[in-house]
């Protein structure tokens, strides 16, 4: 009886040190292909996670008052996200995340082409993505790992890709780590896109967050959103973020780079070492209190204010989304890093693992 308590103990205090995991039903693709809710439990976050697209469906925490909201964009219901074909929400994009110039790059000496669905230009892997997969799923300690296999040629991209994204939950803190490995040269960049509204899903815009991000130099656009190759500074600018700034506060008429993007849309550099857990970004929401802290491994952030949120889409709340109704922090490599041999590589040759991790940290400033 003794060593039945111990071990009954024992088991709670992983638990709790790990957080719940539990598995549901969350409805089945047209085709029947059946998809999974996944729901990781802390004593202070619960995320929800589904097999289609490996994404984040929900991230619920307590504001300054104790109240408990739904902080992450979403649908209820699976074909919420089938029919949505525009945002990406919550999802693992690739095989590249962000951008590619014309669909096009060279890779040993060879040209591969890949579909156009962003004008003249590819973005977060093609017409039919990862975001677009069902992934299978196992349970690790404290989380749930998806596990997508890309053939050889999908989408046009070389090499047969597995890719993994584990997600756990530590207390207050959503960790993602992705790795990749590949049976020939090719290249790769995934990353989450979920939307966040620290205010809650459907209760307004973001405009009155707060944003900071870690950066120095940010990467400049040309009218197609594609990064020029300059790394500029970005002082004096309305991409310096480095301190605590009103995202509604800028213009998105002051400078000719917001008006490309409609306003925030762009990659920023970030001051950490690249391969090391660094400072990307942290978001404050004056009137809830909560905090979002984003660190890293990677060499850039996308920050995207959702200015290109369509207006056509209803959230769990039952309102719909429009244009500032989130933001995304897309941690990455840089947008059209093929075509740009002095942006950081992400080639990926067989033998070697791509590895990379981003942590969401919510916490309360009262």
Not at 132 to 148: C, M, R
Request: charged share 20%; aromatic share 8%; with cysteine.
């Amino acid at each position: 009886m003794r060593f039945a308590r111990a071990i009954l103990f024992l088991m709670t205090t992983s638990l709790a040190a790990h957080g719940a995991v539990i598995k549901t039903p969350f409805g089945k693709l047209p085709d029947g292909t059946a998809v999974d809710l996944y729901t990781l439990k802390s004593p202070s976050v619960e995320v929800g996670l589904i097999t289609y697209g490996a994404r984040i469906v929900s991230i619920k925490t307590a504001d300054k008052t104790g109240k408990v909201a739904d902080v992450a964009l979403g649908y209820s219901t699976l074909e919420g996200y089938v029919t949505d074909n525009k945002t990406y929400v919550g999802s693992v994009v690739g095989r590249y995340g962000n951008r590619i110039a014309h669909g096009k790059f060279s890779l040993d000496g060879k040209e591969y082409s890949v579909p156009l669905n962003n004008g003249p230009n590819s973005l977060h892997g093609g017409t039919t993505g990862f975001d677009k997969k069902v992934w299978t799923a196992k349970e690790v300690p404290g989380g749930v790992e998806f596990t997508l296999v890309s053939p050889d040629g999908d989408m046009g991209y070389p090499g047969t890709l597995t890719v993994h994204a584990k997600y756990t939950l530590h207390t207050d803190a959503l960790r993602i780590d992705y790795s990749a490995t590949t049976d020939k040269d090719t290249v790769i960049n995934v990353t989450n896109h979920s939307y966040f509204n620290l205010s809650g899903e459907g209760s307004g815009l973001i405009l009155g967050e707060h944003i900071m991000i870690d950066a120095d130099r940010y990467t400049p656009v040309d009218s197609g959103l594609i990064p020029t190759g300059e790394l500029a500074p970005v002082a004096g600018t309305p991409f310096d973020l480095r301190k605590p700034t009103l995202i509604g506060a800028a213009d998105p008429n002051s400078n000719d780079q917001m008006k490309l993007g409609g306003g925030y849309d762009h990659n920023w550099v970030l001051n950490g070492k690249m391969g090391e857990l660094h400072l990307a970004a942290r978001v404050h929401d004056p009137a809830t209190g909560r905090v979002m802290t984003v660190t890293t491994t990677e060499p850039g952030v996308q920050f995207y204010a959702g200015t290109s949120i369509p207006g056509t889409f209803t959230g769990k709340a039952g309102v719909v989304y429009v244009k500032n109704a989130g933001f995304c922090l897309e941690t990455q490599h840089f947008p059209d890093s093929p075509n740009h041999p002095k942006f950081p590589t992400t080639e990926l040759k067989p033998g070697q693992t791509m590895h990379s991790t981003t942590v969401f940290t919510f916490t309360v400033d009262k």
